[in-house]
């Protein structure tokens, strides 16, 4: 698995006897945006069992479990009597995402797949800003630049060098009261190609550019892409 250094851990997760597993890499968002995040409802007292009842009933719908997987599978292999229509916007797992809704007939409606998955990467999205002040940092600079401007896709929003947008980005950190951000170009540098799928959930688009040889003229440029980004809560 890739990794940064050795102080960085991309997840970690702790399992239990009680069959507990705590998924704790939602602040990588190269990790984060391939996963699935689910909410699971405390288990009251009257309904606990021992790990032996559990597993002993497990055992018993197993064969059912099993059938009902393979009618999904076999409902994803079946091509559709009318040309199948992709979701007007794919995530970077688009092949799960057509095979889940081709088969989710055998399990539920129409149309619930898309909302459970819209709805998860909505909670990643969410939570990942608030873990990455940089990203809610430079969310609020295409705020103030766009906020009198008629906005349109692919429209550039900022350019400069990299000390420039370090210069702009701890302005508004500390006047939003944000959590610090990095204080070298070289850590901006690399927290920006950590959150760079963040913004991209949010409208914005960052790219490295680089005039002449030398990298004393390495900057970024700031575009949109969508306008998504008005709607994002600090």
């Known amino acids: 698995m890739p990794f940064l250094n050795h102080s960085s851990v991309l997840h970690r997760l702790k399992s239990h006897t009680s069959g507990r597993i705590t998924f704790q890499g939602a602040g990588h ?14 288990i009251h ?9 559990f597993w002993n009933e497990f055992r018993s719908t197993q064969p ?3 059938g009902l997987l393979f009618d999904g599978v076999s409902a994803s292999l079946v091509e559709p009597e009318v ?9 970077r797992m688009a092949d799960f995402h057509e095979v889940a809704r081709r088969s989710e007939g055998v399990f539920w409606p129409k149309g619930t797949f ?12 969410k939570s990942a800003m ?12 295409a705020k103030c630049i766009t906020e009198d401007s008629a906005l349109r896709p692919d429209w550039t929003i900022w350019t400069g060098s ?30 920006l190609n950590r959150i760079k799928n963040i913004l991209l959930e949010n ?4 790219e490295r550019t680089r005039e002449g040889s030398k990298d004393r003229n390495r900057g970024y440029t700031i575009r949109l892409t969508s306008i998504r980004y008005r709607n994002t809560k600090m």
């Open 64 to 66: 059912e479990i099993l």
């Open 45 to 53: 007292e009257a309904k606990r069992k021992t790990e032996h009842d």
């Open 130 to 141: 608030e873990k990455h002040p940089t990203a809610q940092a430079i969310v609020q600079l």
């Open 83 to 91: 040309p199948y229509n992709l979701p007007p916007r794919l995530g």
């Open 203 to 206: 409208g914005i688009e960052i």
């Open 162 to 191: 990299v000390e420039a947008l370090l210069n702009e980005l701890s302005e508004i950190s500390l006047s939003e009261n944000y959590s610090p951000i990095p204080d070298t170009a070289v850590r901006l540098g690399i927290e």
């Open 114 to 125: 898309d909302a459970a998955y819209a709805a998860s990467q909505e909670k990643w999205s």
């Open 29 to 42: 968002p190269d990790l984060a945006d391939r996963c699935l995040f689910l909410n699971l409802w405390p």
